[in-house]
């Protein structure tokens, strides 16, 4: 049986773990949604119709809810610096094409994150109505009615 030498030992054992934690620490960035393409957006002029930013920009990421009026190209970059971390948003553009009644560009808008809050378009969450109860506070009011913690 080969015994080996205890400093051999220990540096092997070293460069493993060190490889192991390194691996667990090299940070990532995404890129989501629609990659602003600034030679396209320049091309979009006022009165175009919709069909023609539609070839011109490609399709948006969101239109409104009504009408269908305006339409939303977005773009996100968020980065996480640690493995298993939750991510942070580092920048946001979001194009925004208004139309008129007869569906013609009225005007382009450009925001970004310093403009607004983040928006989340791809979290796949729903929002419920009403309130978040605790686990406690809903016990309480299905046994007696009465819920210590809040309404």
């Known amino acids: 049986m080969r015994r080996y030498h205890p400093l051999l ?12 934690v390194a691996a667990c620490t ?15 957006i320049s091309q979009v002029r006022k009165g175009m119709s919709a069909e023609q ?5 490609g399709t948006p990421s969101t239109v409104s809810t009504v009408g269908n009026r305006n339409w939303y190209y977005i773009s996100q970059k968020s980065r996480r610096s640690l493995q298993f971390m939750g991510e942070q948003v580092v920048d946001q553009q979001v194009t925004a094409v208004y139309f008129d009644n007869s569906l013609r560009v009225e005007r382009i808008a ?20 009403g309130e978040e109860s ?5 016990i309480f009011r299905g046994a007696s009615g009465f819920n210590p913690f809040g309404t």
């Not at 030992?9 to 192991?20: I, N, Y």
């Not at 990532?28 to 600034?38: I, K, L, N, S």
């Open 9 to 20: 030992v220990r540096l092997a054992t070293a460069t493993f773990l060190a490889s192991s």
């Open 53 to 57: 930013v539609l070839q011109t920009l």
């Open 134 to 138: 605790s686990f406690l506070g809903q």
């Open 110 to 129: 450009l925001y970004g994150l310093q403009d607004g809050r983040v928006f989340d378009f791809i979290s796949r969450t729903t929002p419920a109505g």
């Open 26 to 40: 090299v940070g990532e960035e995404f890129q989501r949604g629609y990659v602003v393409d600034e030679r396209a």
